[in-house]
């Protein structure tokens, strides 16, 4: 009897969301400093009153995407064990001068360079904390940049590199990641295994790293909130939940989150996965040419517009 798992179709990363505090600080730092493009200003499903932003290259490709619930005043987290702990963009080989020297100028102090798998890499913070990373990669990453007029193309993120999660023991995500979740081991050194999967590349990696120098995760501002791996489409998503729900995850209904439809789970370890899928994308409720400029609600907030839009703070 052949008792083999078909592996889940999970082509790369979709999406890493994060809690940030001051929304208009936050819109700030990614479009202004990092030079991303606001793809979609919507609320947090859950929560009418609070914003959901969402950043990526210029149409918001799965691996691009980063999003964010922001509230104003919310106390910091602590990134750690148990949690994204940092989040990597890919540029170009050589980029690493100019982005020290861009940071810098903004106010952003990144820390020394270091050499990650014989990558350049620069890790820094956003104003909340947010452990951010540039990993100049010497892979080709053909995907087109969003254009900013202070950015050289050359020298612009191109979406995710990848993650890094943080955890006490590897064994069991490990597991889950190499097994059912399909993904294979890429390379390891120093406490850090790197998984990937599909076609491999920048916005595939997937690191687990085991540190005893890193606390405890506290979720708050400045902490990812999950991270979402990405599907073809609905079918995929299907049977992606039914071999979960069958190795005894728990795993959320469908969700739809208007851009994509969503499933939940934890691993492990504790971080929040999704698997979301790559249709119907951004531009399904405006046009690629003013994405992120209009305020879009669902559907069953729609009738509450006027509410929900004095209730946010401005952005501008
Ligand atoms: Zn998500």
Redesign the pocket.
């Known amino acids: 009897m052949n008792t083999t798992t078909t592996a889940l179709n999970l082509p790369g990363i ?4 994060a809690i940030a505090g001051d929304p208009k600080r936050n819109v700030d730092f990614y479009t202004r400093v990092l030079g991303l493009r606001l793809v979609k200003k919507t609320v947090n499903f859950d929560d009418p009153t609070t914003y959901h932003l969402y950043y990526g290259d210029s149409v918001g490709t799965p691996g691009s995407i980063l ?1 964010f619930f922001p509230w104003a005043g919310l106390r910091r987290g602590r990134p750690g064990n148990g949690q994204v702990y940092a989040t990597a963009f890919s540029v170009a080989a050589g980029s690493l001068r100019f982005w020290e020297a861009r940071l810098l100028t903004h106010g952003v102090t990144p820390s020394a360079q270091t050499n990650r798998f014989g990558e350049d890499v620069l890790a820094f913070t956003d104003p909340d904390g947010l452990i951010l990373e540039l990993v100049a990669t010497t892979e080709a990453d053909t995907r087109p940049a969003h254009t900013h007029p202070e950015i050289p193309a050359a020298n612009a993120i191109r979406g995710f590199h990848g993650v890094t999660i943080a955890v006490i023991d590897a064994a069991r995500t490990e597991k889950l990641l190499v097994g059912p979740m399909g993904y294979r081991t890429a390379q390891s050194a120093g406490g850090r295994t790197r998984y990937t999967t599909g076609a491999g590349g920048p916005g595939t990696y997937v690191d687990l790293l085991v540190d005893s120098s890193i606390p405890r995760g506290l979720q708050g501002a400045g902490t990812v ?4 791996f990405q599907t073809p489409d609905d079918a995929s998503q299907d049977a992606a939940r039914t071999t979960l729900l069958s190795l005894g995850y728990h795993v959320s209904p469908v969700m739809d ?1 208007n851009y ?1 439809h ?1 499933i ?1 789970y934890r691993e492990p370890e504790g971080v929040l996965f ?1 698997i ?1 899928t790559n249709p119907p994308g951004f531009a399904v409720d405006e046009s690629v040419d003013t994405l992120g400029t209009a305020l879009k609600l669902p559907a069953q907030y729609e009738a509450q517009r006027s509410a929900i839009e004095a209730a946010l703070p401005k952005l501008t």
Do not use: N, P
Request: glycine share 0%; net charge neutral; proline share 0%.
């Open positions: 979709h999406h890493v969301t999003t909130h999950h991270l979402a989150r994509f969503s939940y999704e979301a």
